[in-house]
């Protein structure tokens, strides 16, 4: 276990923190690109708010609104545009984890002289992973994706079918200003497609990172914990503030680094949902409900005493006349219980999906990220058949 971490966000947490953002962000602009989704920050009032607190602190406001849910390539062009034309030297992020992830590209490619998909990987010889960007502050509204306090961003093309994603230290925003207040008002299923996704983001790395971790496991293991015990409080009563506040905060620590610092981990469930995504325009974190127990039965295989002790430390199973799988099978099968009871779908028939493009898929999955047999990373490795079988099994 060998790594090198820093993460230079300054995270300032807790209800009513809004108010802030003008003080926070004079200090990095004056006239600020103000990103924003389809309307809700301003059907709930939050947009308002927001605007006040920075032209309470001398900061005018520019508005690049209309983000869609996996954002384009084209609305990033268009943020970008905007920011050179009227000369926007902060861009701030108020939404969910499709407007921060199109915000720091647009602070990139507000700098960049080419094309911003140039910086996106899609197997391209020259990828054009971003030095500089604008300063960013992020404002979430969702507990998801975690994007507040990391440095990547997922970007699609509408054009290529491609669903892929940037890493790069400019990235990271420069404040994150997360209010479990603004969270209120998410509806039931995206409150549960983001308990799925904050979920992922941890077993990623726990089922697919290197042996010899055990302070990162339990790590892993409590955001796990974290989310299953508050998550359901937060869908069943959406104006419970300390459920918000818990599930927002695992939400932050499920994918700021900290959980998988050194455990060289990667992404194979993510790949695939990003390549059905890409197709089918789906919300991400239903996605990952789909594929993710699909994907732990094929690895579960491979390494059933890793997901046996899955099935002992977060569901209390007992090992008792079982083997490491059949334990495991057992744990996989609870926690697709676990989505399932919170309004997430765990079957592509639930989302539209049939058979008819898996190669496609599973080609897809692989453009960017493979190893040197073409392989998806992960353990196991997954060829595309393997993909194509794990998708077969989520039908």
């Not at 073409?374 to 039908?395: F, Q």
């Amino acid at each position: 276990m060998n790594f090198e971490f820093h993460n230079p966000t300054h995270i300032i947490f807790g209800a009513g923190t809004l108010s802030k953002l003008g003080k926070v962000a004079s200090a990095y602009g004056k006239k600020a690109l103000l990103v924003t989704g389809g309307g809700s920050v301003k059907r709930s009032g939050v947009f308002d708010r927001a605007v006040s607190s920075l032209k309470g602190a001398g900061v005018s406001v520019i508005e690049c609104s209309g983000v869609e849910p996996n954002p384009r390539i084209i609305s990033v062009k268009r943020g970008a545009q905007i920011a050179r034309a009227d000369g926007c030297d902060v861009v701030i992020a108020l939404g969910g984890g499709s407007t921060m992830d199109a915000s720091k590209v647009i602070a990139a490619a507000a700098l960049y002289d080419g094309d911003p998909w140039d910086m996106i990987g899609h197997g391209q010889e020259n990828w054009a992973v971003p030095t500089r960007a604008l300063p960013i502050i992020t404002v979430p509204t969702l507990a998801a994706t975690g994007s507040e306090m990391n440095s990547g961003a997922v970007i699609s093309n509408d054009d290529a079918k491609v669903k892929s994603f940037v890493m790069a230290d400019c990235l990271f925003s420069k404040v994150a200003l997360v209010d479990p207040e603004l969270t209120l008002t998410v509806p039931k299923d995206q409150t549960a497609y983001g308990v799925c996704d904050i979920i992922t983001h941890v077993t990623e790395g726990y089922f697919n990172g290197i042996d010899g971790t055990p302070i990162q496991d339990r790590f892993a293991e409590g955001v796990i914990l974290t989310a299953m015990d508050w998550g359901p409080k937060a869908v069943a009563d959406g104006n419970d503030l300390e459920a918000r506040t818990q599930v927002q905060w695992a939400s932050v620590v499920a994918l700021n680094g900290w959980v998988q610092v050194g455990t060289d981990y990667g992404f194979p469930v993510h790949m695939i949902e990003h390549a059905l995504s890409a197709h089918h325009d789906i919300t991400h974190g239903a996605g990952l409900a789909v594929v993710n127990p699909a994907w732990m039965r094929f690895a579960a295989k491979a390494r059933p005493e890793r997901f046996a002790q899955f099935a002992r430390r977060i569901f209390g199973l007992s090992a008792a006349n079982k083997d490491d799988l059949s334990l495991a099978m057992e744990g996989i099968d609870r926690f697709e219980e676990f989505l399932r009871s919170i309004g997430c779908p765990t079957r592509l028939s639930e989302l539209g999906i049939c058979d008819g493009l898996f190669a496609r898929y599973a080609e897809d999955a692989v453009l960017v990220v493979h190893d040197e047999n073409g392989n998806l990373p992960g353990r196991p490795p997954m060829s595309k058949a393997d993909i194509v079988g794990v998708l077969r099994s989520a039908l």
